[in-house]
């Protein structure tokens, strides 16, 4: 299972013969680099968000999924089975001033590739819903999970929700960046409620994650840090 960080809420996942890419920026308005990489599917917590929605300079042909629109108990996308939590943006945070709008819907998303199962937290602003942490528990490996906390879940939101779902791993993401433009809290500020033998900085963009590198279910989980490919 390959796995590659491109920035912000967007990854490059591998396995099974597929390629998915989640959550896509927009690079005008992200300043991130374009991915210009082929996908299989590409898979986005809305259809609204710029910094989440813009699957234009992935390359391919790849079947582009609005997690938001799927249906009750999800859908399967060339053989993959999507499921989608409802969520929403911040309801503190104020988008009118800073936007000019107001906060878009969005959602969390679970799939299974290369043999393992992941939740992608999508853009939520608020504490996981308590429906959703019951119906993920126990059901999830790798958490994709939102940590710049600012207009997102709050962190001690998000510690909670981890010790409910319970993921073998958590993969940082939606953290500063002195390449973007958003003013959100640094990985750092997560990684500071985590004792540090349980994190593993990987040393670039990319891993090969396999079961075997993963703490048994129900036992505390192991962060893995990315560094940011574009």
């Known amino acids: 299972m390959k796995i590659k960080f491109y920035a912000h809420a967007s990854f490059r996942l591998e396995g099974d013969g597929l390629a998915i890419v989640t959550d896509p920026?927009?690079?005008?308005?992200?300043?991130?680099?374009?991915?210009?990489?082929?996908?299989?599917?590409?898979?986005?917590?809305?259809?609204?968000?710029?910094?989440?929605s813009d699957p234009s300079h992935v390359l391919g042909n790849p079947e582009v999924v609005n997690t938001l629109a799927l249906p009750p108990g999800g859908r399967v996308v060339k053989g993959i089975a999507v499921t989608s939590y409802p969520a929403t943006e911040s309801l503190t945070f104020d988008y009118q001033t800073?936007?000019?709008?107001d906060p878009d819907a969005n959602a969390l998303y679970h799939f299974t590739l290369g043999g393992l199962r992941f939740l992608h937290m999508g853009d939520?602003?608020?504490?996981?819903?308590?429906?959703?942490?019951q119906?993920?528990?126990?059901?999830?490996?790798?958490l994709l999970a939102l940590t710049g906390d600012h207009a997102t879940i709050a962190l001690p939101d998000l510690d909670a929700a981890i010790d409910v779902i319970g993921p073998r791993a958590v993969i940082p993401m939606h953290?500063?960046?002195?390449?973007?433009?958003?003013?959100?809290?640094?990985?750092?500020?997560?990684?500071?409620?985590?004792?540090?033998?349980?994190?593993?900085?990987?040393?670039?963009?990319?891993l090969e994650l396999t079961d075997a590198m993963l703490p048994a279910a129900g036992l505390a989980p192991r962060v893995f840090v990315f560094e940011q490919s574009r």
């Open 135 to 142: 119906a993920l528990r126990g059901k999830v490996d790798v």
């Open 124 to 133: 939520i602003g608020t504490a996981v819903p308590d429906g959703h942490l």
């Open 175 to 206: 953290y500063y960046s002195p390449k973007g433009v958003l003013k959100i809290e640094p990985v750092e500020s997560f990684l500071a409620r985590v004792p540090a033998d349980r994190v593993t900085h990987v040393g670039g963009p990319e």
């Open 25 to 52: 920026f927009n690079c005008e308005r992200s300043h991130f680099d374009p991915i210009n990489e082929p996908a299989d599917i590409v898979l986005m917590s809305s259809d609204t968000d710029d910094f989440h």
């Open 98 to 101: 800073e936007y000019g709008r």
